[in-house]
Nanobody, 119 residues
């Protein structure tokens, strides 16, 4: 019902920057709590950042101060601005939408975009 498409990944040197985008289908984007997760080979998928309907953001300790999550409800898009990237940031980054209603709690995932931080 809800489709999420990530973009903006790529190869960047340590200390560089990337901006990820996640475009969502539908007309109720403002109702979703959005998040970014990442998963590196051999690791579990981990939470990177979340942003609420009122744009209250939270971050994993590993990215705090370097990453910024934001949303543009008019464009049905959530962003992840990544600064001072480290090799340990290398992973597939996934966008997630969470839609809560009385009696329902739905989650939707994108297919991911690769971020590689390497010299």
């Amino acid at each position: 019902q809800v489709q999420l498409v990530e973009s903006g990944g790529g190869l960047v040197q340590p200390g560089g920057s990337l901006r990820l985008s996640c475009a969502a289908s539908g007309s109720i984007f403002s109702m979703y709590v959005m998040g970014w997760y990442r998963q590196a080979p051999g690791n579990q998928r981990e939470l990177v950042a979340t942003i609420t309907r009122t744009s209250s953001a939270s971050y994993a300790d590993s990215v705090k101060g370097r990453f910024t999550i934001s949303r543009d409800n008019a464009k049905n898009t959530v962003y992840l601005q990544m600064e001072n990237l480290k090799p340990s940031d290398t992973a597939v980054y996934y966008c997630k939408a969470r839609y809560r209603r009385p009696g329902r709690d739905d989650e939707y995932w994108g297919q991911g975009t690769q971020v590689t931080v390497s010299s």
